[in-house]
């Protein structure tokens, strides 16, 4: 329950540079310029654009004005997974599973992305490797402090430790992180079905001194579900919880960790992958709908709004599937602040697929106890494009990703006062 002394005010180093490119439509025209290319062009053309009044964002890291970001990094490097024994019925080797490709590529550009962006807060989920935790905390410039938990634990009735959590934080312009505390979730998935059983997913929390008061950041991430060849309902005299009922349970504990855990005078953000697509509750399933519902309670129960309702577009797609239909079909980059997905205008192609908004950042609504007041200005959409190949493709080759992760991150600016 205490700060993972080990990640926290780590020396930095420069993160050098690497090919990147400048927007969706020069992509393979500029993939040989410096990842700073990518971002000095973004500046440039939101200076171009004052005159035509489009909202553009204010400089990061400035005394009146919070920057977050919330951002699953797909840094995932698998799991060797035991052999499971079933008595009469034999034995399983379900292998190495997990592993996405291109892992330290993908952390030296999120390193200098990070960087280049100098935010105040970073929440991070899919950090599981210890190396990459301490990377970021050397290599992203500006970094103030860390905090890294829940950490591996042991299994239930398995002789094998589980991962990290993957939950990692981050702080920058000199917010320190003054308590923080973690809680593992008690219900993590079934081990024949679920690979997030091998991971002690669950909850952290952070208490960030901003100046003018303090924040209480939860960062989550829920059960996905499934990825294992396996099917417990296959097995005799078996009834598993469907997945659903594993994330519904989650959110409940989640809902109490942030009631115990927060304080009054403090204003409460949570961020975290939800699995959970609020957006389309008439296609999914009764359980589905059942765990919809706990997820409006429980931003009720913790006063709770979410701003991309308040300030964001139309379009919200948080997940990039891999190959049609979905992938890049579902987002389009910003002619005008390339840095971002556009939000207003047509969700490029498969009309008829749902978007997929399972990533999330919710603040607190205004409270009297509150010691200052913090206003969401924008809420966006960071694509974080490597410039490989053309934006449109989410691979540049069979193992390399053209982007950093398959989800997008959701940035906030907010005026503090």
Known sequence: MTTDRGDRGRPLTDGGREPAGDSETTAEATAASGLSRWYEAAAS????????????????????????????????????LPELEFGPLGSVSPGTI??????????????????????DVVALCEVFQRETREALA?????????????????????????????????????NPIVDSSEVGFDH???????????????????????????LDVFTTHLLHGGDLNLDPADIPFSDPDSIEEYRAKQLEQLTRFVQRAGSAENLTIVAGDFNLNVEQPRLISERNRTEVELFEAFKSTCSLYDPWERHGGPVGTTYLEHGPPGGMDR???????PNYLEDHGKRCEYPDVPDRRIDYVLVEEPQPEHS???????????????????????WATSDVPNYISDHIGLELECSVN
Request: charged residues 30%.
């Open 188 to 214: 993590r998935g079934n081990s024949l079905r679920d690979a997030d059983f091998y991971a002690n997913k669950g909850a952290q929390h952070i208490e960030v001194d901003i100046g003018p008061g303090k």
């Open 45 to 80: 053309t939101a200076r171009d654009v004052r005159s035509l009044d489009v909202p553009v964002l204010s400089p990061f890291g400035s005394d009146e004005h919070l920057t977050f970001l919330f951002y699953n990094t797909w840094l995932l490097d698998g799991i060797e």
């Open 138 to 174: 050397e290599q992203v410039e500006g970094v103030t402090d860390s905090y890294a938990g829940p950490g591996a634990t042991s299994l239930e009735r398995i002789d094998f430790p589980s991962k990290h959590s993957g939950l990692y934080t981050l702080t920058g312009n000199g």
């Open 372 to 394: 200052f007041e913090l206003e969401v200005e924008h809420i966006r959409r960071r694509h974080f494009w490597r410039g490989k190949t053309n934006t449109r493709e989410f």
């Open 331 to 337: 987002a389009k980059i910003d002619p005008i602040n």
């Open 98 to 119: 997990g592993r996405m490709p291109d892992l330290d590529g993908r952390t030296r550009d999120l390193c200098r992305a990070l960087t280049e962006s100098n935010y």
